[in-house]
T-cell receptor, first 112, second 114 residues
Framework: EAAVTQSPRNKVAVTGGKVTLSCNQT?????MYWYRQDTGHGLRLIHY???????EKGDIPDGYKASRPSQENFSLILELATPSQTSVYFC???????????FGPGTRLLVL | GDSVTQTEGPVTVSESESLIINCTYS????????LFWYVRYPGEGLQLLLK?????QKGSSRGFEATYNKETTSFHLQKASVQESDSAVYYC???????????FGTGTKLQVVP
């Protein structure tokens, strides 16, 4: 059974709409991460969390919010989606910065 | 800050040929960070391919190898004979305990053709 799951797997949104991407992990890891992956840019960190109640900005946080209500769940929120946020989003968990990260299968988001 | 540079893709290799994907790193706050290769197969999330935490050591998995070279700050990924099933995107990454998160390279897309 997958240890990191994401929902939805595919999403079509309209410009200006609100989008919430959800991530659940059963690894009991403290750290969780949200990345986006775009051709030519590789993997870029949006937000991360050290544990329930904590969220921190990554390299490209503008236009995104994050929420970590529990050890298991970490959400990424696009309050006003824009076409530039069309991408593939990955969630990951890890025990520490030095440890292996475990990734979800990704969410493909298209903003029209 | 920390950074990782790797071979730009896409890289196309014929089946049974050898492969090398270059990776060099810069870790400004610690001499010996942990080094990783992750792989993303089509339609899937990234998964660990191999990890090395000690300078001078070699990691191996699925026929791939990478040696942690602290003199040249490199961690190149090699395979002697690739297969079509190796077609994927490969990411080199660095993690050190004084940083806040792992640093990833931009990824190298590998296409293995018959």
């Amino acid at each position: 059974e997958a240890a990191v799951t994401q929902s939805p797997r595919n999403k079509v949104a309209v410009t200006g709409g609100k989008v919430t991407l959800s991530c659940n992990q059963t690894n009991n890891h403290n750290n969780m991460y949200w990345y986006r992956q775009d051709t030519g840019h590789g993997l870029r960190l949006i937000h991360y969390s050290y544990g329930a109640g904590s969220t921190e900005k990554g390299d490209i946080p503008d236009g995104y919010k994050a929420s970590r209500p529990s050890q298991e769940n970490f959400s990424l929120i696009l309050e006003l989606a824009t076409p530039s946020q069309t991408s593939v989003y990955f969630c990951a968990s890890g025990e520490t910065v030095q440890d292996t990260q475990y990734f979800g299968p990704g969410t493909r988001l298209l903003v029209l | 800050g920390d950074s990782v540079t790797q071979t730009e893709g896409p890289v196309t290799v014929s089946e049974s040929e050898s492969l090398i994907i270059n990776c060099t790193y810069s870790a400004t706050s610690i001499a010996y960070p942990n080094l990783f290769w992750y792989v993303r197969y089509p339609g899937e999330g990234l998964q660990l391919l191999l990890k090395v935490i000690t300078a001078g050591q070699k990691g191996s998995s699925r026929g791939f190898e990478a040696t942690y070279n602290k003199e040249t700050t490199s961690f190149h990924l090699q395979k002697a004979s690739v297969q079509e099933s190796d077609s994927a995107v490969y990411y080199c990454a660095l993690g050190d305990n004084s940083g806040t998160y792992q640093r990833f390279g931009t990824g190298t897309k590998l296409q293995v053709v018959p």
